[in-house]
């Protein structure tokens, strides 16, 4: 089964694709020849990758400024969306934001910008997808990128554990409520992966004490996850909603 295949023609929409790994799933779709929308605050970037993804093989590339904190941004980008007459398939929820430190030092705005970017717009995303494809009377399916940290916690990073943690339990509901219409929400759990955001981390002393945690004693790829995308976001995943799976070199199944 060619899953890459299964993608060509569709239309995905990635959020926070400016970098990372929404960067990393932008590429995988054009490759697949899937009708690519990108989304970020940083539309400079956009641009620039825009014209990748073309080079990649996606027949039709949109590169939207998107803030995902803001439900108006969300809202303009969906009615570009709809302008152009060709609804979505695929909706990628990527955008996200870490929001470091202790809990007794962090101020609250900073932990109200974790849930704001990292919560609410996964919500407002994917209701606004699930509106458009319950009208149309067709399925869909939704990727949240989540994190083992839903799972497990660890010190000094309360804001974001608690938002993933949050994102799986709303992947399952989400699921759950609205499977009788065909649409499918998944999640994706990374573990730790080095990333243009994280690479720096990875070098230092506490970097490389946390990668010795991972029973497979390296860091994961950004590509590591896109065997599991792929299932997820196409027909070879047809009977699978709100199932929540890690990728992670084996950590949430290591010893305390």
């Known amino acids: ?30 490759g697949c020849k899937a009708k690519v929308v990108i ?17 990649l093989g996606s027949p039709q590339v949109t590169a939207l400024e998107m803030d995902v904190a803001s439900e108006q941004s969300i809202e303009d980008a969906f009615a570009a969306i709809d302008a152009s007459g060709d609804i979505l398939d695929v909706v990628v929820n990527n955008a996200g934001i870490s929001g470091d430190g202790l809990a007794l030092t962090l101020p609250t705005p900073d932990f109200d910008a974790v849930m704001s970017t990292n919560v609410r717009g996964v919500w407002l995303v994917s209701v606004q997808a699930a509106r458009r494809w319950k009208a149309a009377g067709r399925g869909g399916a939704i990727v949240n990128i989540a994190s083992i940290q839903g799972e497990r916690v660890m010190a000094g990073i309360t804001p974001y554990s608690t938002s993933k943690a949050a994102v799986v339990h709303m992947t399952k509901s989400l699921a759950l409520e609205w499977a009788r219409h065909g649409i499918r929400v998944n999640a994706i759990e990374p573990g730790y992966i080095g990333t243009e955001m994280t690479d720096e981390m990875w070098e230092t ?10 029973p497979m004693r390296r860091l994961g790829k950004p590509e590591e996850l896109n065997g599991l995308f792929l ?3 196409t027909e070879a995943g047809s009977w699978m909603t709100g199932a929540c799976v890690p990728v992670d070199g084996g950590h949430l199944c290591s010893s305390l």
């Open 1 to 30: 089964m060619d899953l890459g295949a299964m993608l060509a023609g569709k239309r995905v929409l990635v959020t926070g694709a400016s970098s990372g790994l929404g960067e990393n799933f932008a590429r995988l779709a054009a």
């Open 205 to 214: 002393d506490h970097g490389k004490a946390l990668i010795k945690r991972v």
């Open 231 to 233: 299932l997820l976001a």
């Open 39 to 55: 989304a970020a605050r940083r539309k400079a970037r956009l641009d620039a990758l825009a014209t990748e993804l073309e080079r």
